[in-house]
């Protein structure tokens, strides 16, 4: 079983930055995977990046392109978002994903960002 738990979620005005942590419960080397998703109040659940490998640039969805990064420590077995330039569109639950055969996520950290 493969737990992830976020954290690093809070208010910040629009033009801020935050940055979010992953901590998984096994080697992150071991997983296939793991992506940033993030949920709006009353909209789909959307993906927001993937990392797949510490060689592979991680891949955004255009509207975090630019301001969002995803970044990797496997010693800590820890997933980073950052973001900057934070939009009040940004608001929402932000999940980690972690696969291997199946998906695993996290509980979600609330992100407010205010105008």
């Known amino acids: 079983q493969v737990h992830l738990v976020e954290s690093g979620g809070g208010l910040v005005q629009a033009g801020g930055s935050l940055t979010l942590s992953c901590v998984v419960s096994v080697n992150i080397t071991n997983l296939y995977g793991m992506a940033w998703h993030r949920q709006a109040p009353e909209k789909q659940r959307e993906l927001v990046g993937v990392?797949?490998?510490?060689?592979?640039?991680?891949d955004y969805v255009d509207s975090v392109k630019g301001r969002f990064s995803i970044s990797r420590d496997d010693k800590k077995n820890t997933i980073y978002l950052s973001m900057n330039n934070l939009k009040p569109e940004d608001t929402g639950i932000y999940y980690c994903?972690?696969?291997?055969?199946?998906?695993?996520w996290g509980q979600g950290t609330q992100v407010t960002v205010s105008s």
């Open positions: 994903q972690g696969w291997v055969k199946q998906l695993y």
């Open positions: 990392i797949t490998s510490p060689t592979i640039t991680p």
